[in-house]
């Protein structure tokens, strides 16, 4: 049974309410009379209808998910007489007749979108993440990341019939790296390759409710496409490192960077009912097509067409760069790295293009080079060279990364002579450090790409103790 608490009322019927504050209102339902709790939420600009116990009864009764109803308001010139009608488009199998004026509305449950799912270092297996049949109460016993999924791919039939779009949903798995990922979601990384679906269990009695809380369990599920999966990451003695299946197959985003000058300033409100530029419209977040879809060859064409195609050949330069060491990236990299530069680009009107395919190479590139000097060490100078000025061919002064220094976290520095080496206590590791005698930046210092020249140069850094990867 749904549990409908409240109404979030459309904002092209919120302008017509002849109140603005939070305050009680008149319910007309069912022939009915009822006061309920009309709450303004100012934060985010919406209004709730608050339903009380004989109101949130009748609705759950009367409505099942995309029945159509409508919103009527009555005597909206006095506030205190107002009155808001609540009817059915059917009742009692009769169509109801309205104005063209009163559009019609549809129920849509507001279910929780997101799911935080901690992650234990005893999972071996899926049981844990999607729960199992339980033979001695004959019982499926779900989990809550399994009940989220099932939501998700209600939302998905739900926008197919209305003819909409579905919402999204975001999954959170915390310290995802406690167990191995490749353990307990390995059946998950198969399904998102092969769109083939999970198999669950086998008991006819499950797929009709068979659970403690009456849940029908499919027997096989098919991951929503609109399931967005995150997982935060701690590397220590505690954790497991991920393979390079898992790696292939995400974006490997660092939060490294503290800025305490900025730290508690909240984001400015745009005021006047506008949208603040960080908001996103759905059709923008999913893109190409306003679907939910794996990255494909349309990304990697719409992403020939950015700028007259400078990124994509930049892309081609790195791969072509790489495939000598036999460090080269997939067509899967490509199409992700695409989309992600893409969808950048439009949402905000070319003007982070540069910085979104830099940050894309970084997280989908770099991650998978890990190892000794031996074997890492002229792939990441190859990486540092491309970086630098796009160029693979002849390395000069300005390709040799030890003439390079950090300025700060983020900036590197050219200084055109000898460097000396020396300890740094934060790491234990040699460092690069600029003799007195040499000169200062030149205006050479500019990268082309200063995150990933950033990365490789602190990559190729940590070699000096013998070992380098991308997790610091």
């Known amino acids: 049974m749904l549990d409908q608490k409240s109404m979030v009322i459309p904002r092209r019927m919120r302008a017509l309410l002849p109140v603005t504050a939070s305050r009680e209102v008149r319910l007309t339902f069912d022939g009915r009379h009822e006061n309920i709790y009309l709450y303004f939420d100012s934060v985010r600009d919406v209004a709730h209808l608050m339903f009380r116990r004989v109101v949130g009864a009748w609705f759950r009764e009367t409505f099942m998910i995309d029945d159509r109803f409508r919103l009527r308001i009555v005597g909206a010139d006095d506030p205190d007489t107002a009155e808001i009608e609540l009817v059915p488009l059917i009742a009692g199998g009769v169509p109801v007749a309205f104005p063209e004026s009163s559009p019609p509305l549809t129920f849509i449950p507001d279910v929780a979108r997101q799911a935080l799912i901690a992650v234990r270092p005893d999972w071996t297996d899926n049981r844990s993440v999607l729960g199992y049949f339980n033979p001695l109460h004959q019982q499926y016993q779900p989990t809550v990341f399994l009940k989220f999924l099932l ?60 659970t403690d809380e009456g849940i029908s369990i499919p027997r096989r599920l098919t991951i929503p496409p609109n399931v967005y999966f995150t997982g935060t990451v701690n590397v220590d003695e505690t954790t497991h490192m991920f ?23 909240m984001v400015a409100d745009p005021g006047d009912g506008a949208v603040p530029d960080h908001v996103v419209a759905l059709p923008q977040f999913t893109g190409i097509g306003g679907e939910f879809r794996s990255p494909d060859s349309s990304d990697w064409e719409a992403f020939g067409e950015l700028d007259g195609g400078r990124y994509r050949q930049a892309l081609i330069e790195l791969h072509t760069a790489l495939k000598k060491f036999h460090r080269h990236f997939g067509y899967r990299v490509a199409n992700e790295i695409a989309r992600f530069v893409v969808l950048a680009d439009t949402q905000s009107d070319g003007l982070i293009t540069a910085d979104a395919f830099d940050i894309a190479v970084v997280a989908k590139v770099l991650p998978k080079f890990h190892g000794t000097r031996r074997d890492v060490e002229e792939p990441l ?24 220094v950090a300025d700060s976290g983020t900036h590197l520095s050219f200084r055109a002579g000898q460097t000396s080496r020396s300890s740094t206590p934060a790491t234990g590791t040699e460092a690069e450090t600029p003799d007195a005698t040499a000169p200062r930046p030149d205006t050479g210092s500019a990268t082309r790409y200063a995150r990933t020249a950033m990365k490789a140069w602190r990559m190729l850094r940590r070699l000096d103790g013998g070992f380098t990867s991308f997790m610091e």
Do not use: C
């Open 151 to 210: 939501d998700a791919r209600d939302e998905v039939e739900r926008a197919e019939r209305a003819g909409g779009q579905a919402r999204p949903f975001f999954a959170i798995f915390d310290e995802m790296n406690l167990a191995r990922v490749e353990h307990y979601f390995s059946d998950f990384l198969s399904a998102l390759e092969s769109g083939d679906a999970i198999d669950l269990h086998d008991d006819e009695e499950t797929v009709d409710g068979g």
């Open 243 to 265: 393979s390079p299946k898992v790696l292939d197959r995400a974006f490997v985003i660092e939060f490294d960077e503290v800025n305490l000058e900025a730290y508690g300033r």
């Open 381 to 404: 100078k190859a990486v540092f060279q491309w970086a630098i000025d796009g160029s693979s061919g002849t390395r000069t002064d300005r390709h040799d990364d030890r003439n390079w």
